[in-house]
């Protein structure tokens, strides 16, 4: 299933070994868009897009809604209106690679196929594009502190899911430099993470951890860590179980040490298959936890990463959610009377808090029903408003969160 994800980056490939690598910036090519105002508070509204514009990936920030299209295409929408306010154009057919959002340098990224492309967030002009061979794709993608970062590979070995030719690459975020490009050993589909001023990579047995500005390898985590997936935020690092898996086994949820890679004491886990996970500044992770033999209906779990424990759960058909406002945001289960809602959960007291912690549910929208596959975006800061995407009729809507 795509997943729409939001990556509020705040303040957030070259060569292989000698080899030469993606080339360098082109030029931006005429660019599309019309001048409506992307200024103003969050409104309520509904937009219909089109089966291209649902393509992608979306996300936001605090000022609007910026979505990714089929194969590197970008498109910006007004947070009053849904009104698009710009298009980078798209270089033909092919699979979208993923969307990263750096805020305070005004850019958004996508990748497809042999391409990397920039666009201004302010502007909707393309601000920068990068172009691997023929034989090379760019696969998984991550920004953080003004830098972009994207893994490639050589084509032949995505089809043959070989990776043995992994590469990570790092682009200055304003205007596309390439700071660095390095072999490197990594799972492209399990994850890479970008936060205080380091990049972290793992390729199942081991997490790497390199500098920003260089690439130099920093950190490795010890012998018998096992890491198929990772998932970060708030300045944590955590190692799952892949969501790939076709195994009913996992390895232990595991904090690690950002600095040191060395693994932290962490909360015994369920046991299911993880699916996705987010987590919140102040260090709790909420992780969608299902069964690797009848899939379908899952748990949130949310664990303590600073005191080791687990919190709570809360049972739904769906991995879609986001953190808002200091508060857990996801859909009501398709299978009982509360669907096609959109419910609010506090961090710490979950589904049973009372009072100002208790959960809060939105009234049913013909979006948020399972049946249209909905997903979720959160636009950055205490904007008060989330934003559903139905997948099977394609749409967007803002809607006040509850």
């Given at each position: 299933?795509r997943r729409m994800r939001w990556m509020a980056l705040s303040a957030g490939v070259a060569l292989i070994a000698g080899c030469s690598g993606t080339g360098t910036a082109?030029?931006?090519?005429?660019?599309?868009?019309?001048?409506?105002?992307?200024?103003?508070?969050?409104?309520?509204?509904?937009?219909?897009?089109?089966?291209?514009?649902?393509?992608?990936?979306?996300?936001?920030?605090?000022?609007?809604?910026?979505?990714?299209?089929?194969?590197?295409?970008?498109?910006?929408?007004?947070?009053?209106?849904?009104?698009?306010?710009?298009?980078?154009?798209?270089?033909?057919?092919?699979?979208?690679?993923?969307?990263?959002?750096?805020?305070?340098?005004?850019?958004?990224?996508?990748?497809?196929?042999?391409?990397?492309?920039?666009?201004?967030?302010?502007?909707?002009?393309?601000?920068?594009?990068?172009?691997?061979?023929?034989?090379?794709?760019y696969l998984g993608m991550a920004a953080a502190d003004g830098v972009v970062y994207a893994l490639d590979a050589k084509s032949d070995a995505v089809r043959t899911k070989g990776y043995t030719n992994i590469a990570l690459g790092a682009f200055r975020a304003s205007d596309g430099t390439t700071l660095w490009h390095r072999a490197?050993?990594?799972?492209?589909?399990?994850?890479?993470?970008?936060?205080?001023?380091?990049?972290?990579?793992?390729?199942?047995?081991?997490?790497?951890?390199?500098?920003?500005?260089?690439?130099?390898?920093?950190?490795?985590?010890?012998?018998?860590?096992?890491?198929?997936?990772?998932?970060?935020?708030?300045?944590?690092?955590?190692?799952?179980?892949?969501?790939?898996?076709?195994?009913?086994?996992?390895?232990?949820?595991?904090?690690?040490?950002?600095?040191?890679?060395?693994?932290?004491?962490?909360?015994?886990?369920?046991?299911?298959?993880?699916?996705?996970?987010?987590?919140?500044?102040?260090?709790?992770?909420?992780?969608?936890?299902?069964?690797?033999?009848?899939?379908?209906?899952?748990?949130?779990?949310?664990?303590?990463?600073?005191?080791?424990?687990?919190?709570?759960?809360?049972?739904?058909?769906?991995?879609?959610?986001?953190?808002?406002?200091?508060?857990?945001?996801?859909?009501?289960?398709?299978?009982?009377?509360?669907?096609?809602?959109?419910?609010?959960?506090?961090?710490?007291?979950?589904?049973?808090?009372?009072?100002?912690?208790?959960?809060?549910?939105?009234?049913?929208?013909?979006?948020?029903?399972?049946?249209?596959?909905?997903?979720?975006?959160?636009?950055?800061?205490?904007?008060?408003?989330?934003?559903?995407?139905?997948?099977?009729?394609?749409?967007?809507?803002?809607?006040?969160?509850?």
């Open positions: 299933m082109q030029p931006a090519p005429s660019t599309a868009h019309t001048s409506v105002a992307v200024d103003g508070p969050w409104r309520a509204w509904t937009k219909s897009i089109t089966r291209q514009e649902a393509s992608g990936f979306c996300g936001a920030t605090s000022h609007q809604v910026v979505c990714s299209t089929a194969p590197d295409g970008l498109v910006g929408v007004s947070r009053a209106t849904g009104a698009i306010t710009w298009t980078v154009a798209t270089g033909g057919g092919g699979k979208n690679g993923g969307l990263v959002l750096d805020a305070a340098d005004e850019r958004a990224a996508t990748s497809g196929g042999h391409t990397l492309r920039a666009a201004n967030l302010r502007t909707g002009k393309e601000a920068w594009t990068h172009r691997l061979p023929s034989t090379r794709s490197v050993d990594a799972t492209p589909y399990e994850g890479i993470a970008a936060f205080g001023s380091r990049v972290y990579s793992t390729d199942g047995t081991k997490v790497t951890a390199r500098e920003a500005p260089t690439g130099r390898r920093v950190a490795t985590s010890p012998p018998g860590t096992e890491c198929p997936h990772l998932i970060s935020g708030g300045g944590y690092l955590v190692c799952t179980g892949s969501p790939s898996s076709a195994g009913d086994v996992f390895p232990p949820l595991r904090r690690l040490d950002p600095a040191t890679l060395a693994p932290l004491r962490t909360a015994e886990d369920t046991g299911m298959k993880p699916e996705r996970g987010v987590i919140s500044p102040d260090g709790v992770l909420v992780l969608f936890e299902d069964s690797a033999e009848d899939p379908g209906a899952g748990t949130w779990s949310a664990y303590d990463l600073n005191r080791p424990r687990r919190l709570w759960g809360y049972e739904t058909t769906t991995e879609e959610a986001e953190l808002s406002g200091g508060r857990f945001v996801t859909f009501t289960p398709d299978n009982d009377d509360t669907r096609g809602r959109v419910i609010t959960i506090d961090l710490h007291a979950g589904p049973d808090g009372t009072g100002a912690a208790a959960a809060r549910m939105s009234p049913p929208y013909p979006q948020s029903r399972g049946g249209e596959h909905p997903a979720l975006v959160a636009p950055g800061g205490r904007s008060g408003h989330g934003v559903v995407e139905p997948r099977a009729q394609p749409a967007l809507r803002s809607i006040p969160l509850p």
